[in-house]
């Protein structure tokens, strides 16, 4: 099974401040079709996670600009360029490459300074 | 609007059985995979199941299998969760999710299972 490992878990951000949240794969996430199935998702405290970034780096409808997706085989990032208040919340990368068995990264808490 | 609506949790003690329901609206559910993903308090998501369009094909993380049962009803737009045999382990959110371009593109609020004693 693909191990997701993201880091850190924790990150405290500076309001207006970019952040960047790493995920490393145990195996190259390259499916046989040419895609790479890597998503983002972002869980706000006591709501349902949302997701925000689909195939790497393409962003879903109505997510702000500031969040974006990088990265290829085996290392991902996400990066959010202006850190807002709203960005709160715990972000998990999930692959969806070996479907139909999805594995999520652990979680990185991001919270404000 | 896409909306997905779970019910269906609760208490339960160990080795008891729940049925969970998600109410799908918003989309023409028989054309989409549809799966279950659960949330351990305090802990991080994971996969359980995964049910296609026709039924023809269905997955399950390890632990779960034996023990759950997906399946769905085109007719009624609602997708299904039966847990038996349940476990300490199984205490989670459980949540209904729609699947697009191999991933999880719209989720439900979620069902809390709890299995105590």
């Known amino acids: 099974d693909v191990v997701l490992t993201q880091s850190p878990l924790s990150l405290p951000v500076t309001l207006g401040q970019p952040a960047s949240i790493s995920c490393r794969s145990s195996q190259s996430l390259v499916h046989s079709d040419g895609n790479t199935y890597l998503n983002w998702f972002q869980q706000r405290p006591g709501q349902s996670p949302r997701r925000l970034i689909y195939?790497?780096?393409n962003r879903d409808s109505g997510v702000p600009d500031r969040f974006s997706g990088s990265g290829s085989g085996t290392d991902f990032t996400l990066k959010i360029s202006r850190v807002e208040a709203e960005d709160v919340g715990v972000y998990y990368c999930?692959?969806?490459?070996?479907?139909?068995?999805?594995?999520f990264g652990q979680g990185t808490k991001v919270e404000i300074k | 609007e896409v909306q997905l609506v779970e019910s269906g949790g609760g208490l339960v003690q160990p080795g008891g059985s729940l049925r969970l329901s998600c109410a799908a609206s918003g989309f023409i559910f028989r054309n989409y995979w549809m799966s279950w993903v659960r949330q351990a308090p305090g802990k991080g998501l994971e996969w359980v199941a995964s049910?296609?369009?026709?039924?023809?094909?269905?997955y399950y993380v390890d632990s779960v299998k034996g023990r759950f049962t997906i399946s769905r009803d085109n007719a009624k737009n609602s997708l299904y969760l039966q847990m038996n045999s349940l476990r300490g382990e199984d205490t989670a959110m459980y949540y209904c999710?729609?699947?697009?371009?191999?991933?999880?593109?719209?989720w439900g609020q979620g069902t809390l299972v709890t299995v105590s004693s």
């Open positions: 999710a729609r699947i697009m371009v191999r991933s999880f593109d719209y």
């Open positions: 999930m692959q969806g490459t070996q479907w139909p068995l999805w594995t």
């Open positions: 195939k790497v780096s």
């Open positions: 049910i296609k369009q026709d039924e023809s094909e269905i």
